[in-house]
């Protein structure tokens, strides 16, 4: 079934994620087989067919944005390893937002962040799912506003200074 095949490579990118944004090892990401795809996922869209039937007509207009950030993306590109990190991890994205879609899962897509530690020059990136996103958030914003706690309890579960009372 075409809609299954597709799906199955959007998992699979999903799945080979870390490992795709390191620099050492295979590059599991063939940009010729994500163009291919993504003409398959857009022909399904556009005809209605597979699990884009039920798709109302928000969710198709998202999706077929997503799909023209990923040929935007890798046009003119043949090896993902061409691609900044930033692009990678932009492409990576607009694939697992596609997904996402697809499967009806917004909480089960990840989200690929590049950025610089400080004190360092070097930029890493981080991939976690939108619902451990979401968990972070909600567990920074639950140490704020807790009373009378101190600067060492938040870092190092220990005293120090105090963040009021």
Known sequence: MKVHGIL??????????????????????DLAVVR????????????????????DSASISRLLQH??????????VDDFDALSGAKQAELINELEAIQA????????RVVCERYKPTGSKRPITTCRTAAQRAAEREAGQGDINRPGLTCGEMAQGHGGCRMGN
Not at 67 to 76: C, F, K, L, S, T
């Open 67 to 76: 799909q023209d950030r990923v040929e935007a993306i890798i046009e003119g």
């Open 101 to 108: 879609i697809a499967n009806r899962t917004p909480d089960e």
């Open 36 to 55: 291919e795809k993504q003409a398959l996922v857009r022909e399904d869209v556009e005809a209605g067919t597979g699990v884009f039937a039920k798709l």
């Open 8 to 29: 199955m490579l959007v998992s699979f990118i999903a799945a080979s994620l870390p490992g795709s944004l390191r620099a050492e090892g295979p590059n599991p990401i």
